[in-house]
């Protein structure tokens, strides 16, 4: 099982991540409500992917909070399976959604390679 797909399982229970393998590429998909591309930071570093992200939220004029169980922040340092690159790594943020799409490594090619007398 990918270390990748173990981490998404720690996220905050508040927090909804899904996880796609393609062909040539891996996609997580993480709903942020609130978090906007400006309030969003995605960085690799070291084989982590790090989100950083905060929501935008104010109280309605005449309402003040009384409780708030929404987190303003979230903070995830995710495993990066190690097959994937952050060359040509793309990040989109739609209605408070973020894809991050990480491209997977060229495979080593199988090659023989031959044997010569000294």
């Not at 004029?61 to 009384?66: A, D, I, R």
Request: hydrophobic share 40%; no cysteine.
């Amino acid at each position: 099982m990918s270390t990748l797909r173990e981490a998404l399982r720690d996220l905050p229970a508040a927090v909804f991540a899904d996880l796609l393998e393609g062909e040539e590429r891996y996609l997580l998909v993480v709903d942020l409500p609130g978090a906007t591309a400006e309030t969003t930071e995605v960085t690799v570093e070291g084989g982590r992917l790090r989100v950083e992200a905060r929501r935008e939220k104010d109280a309605p004029q005449g309402f003040e909070y009384l409780r708030e169980d929404r987190e303003l922040f979230l903070d995830a340092d995710l495993p990066l399976p190690p097959d994937a690159t952050d060359e040509g790594a793309e990040a989109s943020m739609d209605r408070g959604v973020l894809e991050v799409s990480l491209p997977k490594r060229a495979a080593a090619v199988d090659r023989t390679i031959p044997v010569t007398d000294a």
